[in-house]
């Protein structure tokens, strides 16, 4: 069965939370007002690293040579004088790129929430791999469609129990050969999903080696092939 979709009216429910969603999304004021908080804190990180450096290298320049150019020397003032403009202009440039490439969701959740539509789109799901992560040791599953696309769906239920000291793989979630979702479509954000039909045989987790900033976003098409997905994310389990 390949990819069906179409389009309705959204319930009170759904609005509901898309409304909760972008209550609860930062606004520019206050994404640039951590951005300013940011700067402070990586200016003073920069400035206590930079004169650490310093004086270690004054420390060894004074072993080998006998030279003070160290926190008594005439050139401690200059030093920190070129030293603390240099780290300040490193902490705006750096806060600034933090915030321009900060996700905003909020104008596409004002267009769901004024559309006032959501997709309803079934999937015919071939077969399921999942990954272990390291941070909270919950799973990540990796769905195959009939298309060869493959959706990511993080467990958040496997992150809660492993929180709590118990087992991951006891999590209710289960993969099955149907997936009916609703979608919002401007955020492409998911509202809903239910599996039916059989059971999908499932390998053990396989565990995720590669740092997060390169982990798959949840909820959305991955763009490494199936086939792929070990070789790129990880290692088996042990």
Request: overall charge negative; hydrophobic content about 40%.
């Amino acid at each position: 069965m390949k990819r069906r979709t179409t389009e309705r009216k959204m319930t009170d429910k759904e609005r509901k939370f898309l409304v909760e969603l972008l209550a609860c999304t930062p606004s520019k004021f206050k994404r640039w007002m951590e951005g300013a908080q940011n700067a402070l804190v990586l200016w003073a990180a920069s400035m206590l690293g930079m004169v650490l450096g310093w004086l270690i290298l004054a420390w060894l320049i004074h072993l080998l040579v006998n030279l003070e150019v160290g926190m008594r020397s005439p050139y401690a003032l200059g030093v920190v004088s070129l030293l603390a403009p240099v780290c300040g202009l490193y902490a705006i440039c750096s806060s600034v790129q933090w915030v321009r490439n900060w996700p905003d969701p909020s104008e596409a959740l004002r267009q769901d929430i004024s559309g006032g539509k959501v997709l309803d789109e079934t999937y015919n799901v071939i077969e399921a791999k999942r990954f272990k992560e390291p941070e909270h040791g919950g799973l990540i599953y990796f769905l195959r469609m009939d298309d060869d696309r493959v959706l990511v769906i993080y467990d958040h239920e496997s992150i809660a129990l492993e929180m709590e000291g118990e087992n991951a793989l006891s999590s209710s979630f289960e993969p099955r050969r149907e997936l009916h979702i609703v979608r919002a479509p401007s955020t492409e954000y998911i509202l809903e999903q239910e599996f039916s039909g059989e059971k999908l045989e499932l390998s053990a987790p396989v565990d995720l080696t590669v740092p997060p900033d390169q982990w798959p976003e949840q909820e959305s098409w991955c763009e490494i092939p199936w086939l792929e997905l070990e070789r790129r994310l990880g290692m088996p389990g042990f």
